[in-house]
């Protein structure tokens, strides 16, 4: 009985320092950068959507997810990002400005 226990607790410790590891990187993949001057950061995904502020050129920022479908701005076609900067404001952004820091970790199209 005690090394059924003490098996378990063995366990248990172990799925925590394998959760609590890939909880520590997982920060890596989230990271992008905004390339272009003046970039709107928008409400919602959308060229009409209000504006909560403008991004600067390589602004570091805090990726949380893709839009579902491709939108078309302007003469390009692409996704839009939900991110957050550094001083706290979540938002969207056209693709066409939003870089991942790592670019293998890009989604499949």
């Given at each position: 009985m005690k090394?059924?226990?003490f098996a378990l607790m063995v366990l248990e410790i172990s799925?925590?320092?394998v959760e609590s590891f890939d909880t520590a990187f997982a920060w890596?993949?989230?990271y992008g950068i905004i390339k272009g001057t003046e970039v709107n950061l928008r409400v919602s995904p959308s060229i009409n959507a209000k504006v909560v502020r403008q991004l600067m050129n390589h602004e570091f920022v805090i990726y949380y997810e893709r839009s579902k479908e491709?939108?078309?701005v302007g003469g390009d076609?692409?996704?839009w990002y939900k991110i957050k900067t550094?001083?706290?404001k979540?938002?969207?952004v056209f693709g066409k400005y939003f870089y991942y820091l790592d670019e293998s970790l890009i989604p499949e199209k």
């Open positions: 090394n059924i226990l799925l925590f320092i890596y993949n989230q491709e939108s078309k076609r692409d996704y550094t001083d706290n979540q938002g969207w």
